[in-house]
């Protein structure tokens, strides 16, 4: 039990330091590049970073709801991507926490610092000053519309993950695996070691 919980320690503390760092990077690249473009390009951007929480959600869900043995008929047939769904569906927990606490909640936060800057151009627009009656109802209204995507996506998400899951791992882990070999890196080695020895 005291090695399981170093082990859910140390991949916590991880999680959390690759969340502080990544957080940090899409911050400082999202509020640069946004007051750098007009408010059209950068409602585009919030919606890019909206949709980009909603698919890693669903993944994170489809890891949890997938089983193996589709993929091992896939492995013994060795149809590419078959081995990095099986790692996938072992390590779920670590897979699901980093798509939906790491990049979920990073798409949130900066979607909701993205919306605040498209807000103030807006206002800037229409020759309004920050804390005017238009800044404020416009902040309402973008704001109120951007949740209401990140919720609503992520519900159609959550059903897509739970009801095709081994099609969403599959296609997810032929990503990975046309990634590792066209790039030559190992995206899923460390899940690879922690389940070989959890055997």
Known sequence: MDNKFRKSLKFSISIAVITF??????????????????WGI?????LLIVFTGVV???????????SEPPFHAMAAEKIPGAKEAII?????????????????DISGIVSGTATAVVVIQLANVFGHSDGSTVQITLSVVLTSIVAAL???????????????????????????????SSFKINILSA???STRKSR
Do not use: P, Q, Y
């Open 56 to 66: 890693f959600d669903m993944l994170g869900i489809a890891a949890t709801a997938a």
């Open 21 to 38: 760092v990544l957080a940090a990077i899409f911050s400082i690249i999202s509020s640069s590049v946004l007051t750098e473009v007009v």
């Open 150 to 180: 990140t919720v609503g996506g992520k519900a159609v998400g959550k059903f897509l993950a739970i009801h095709s899951s081994t099609k969403i791992i599959f296609m997810t882990a032929r990503v990975i695996a046309w990634i590792e």
């Open 191 to 193: 899940s690879t070691k």
């Open 88 to 104: 996938i569906v072992r390590n779920a927990d670590r897979f699901a926490s980093f798509c939906n606490d790491v990049i979920g």
């Open 42 to 46: 950068g409602l585009i951007i919030v």
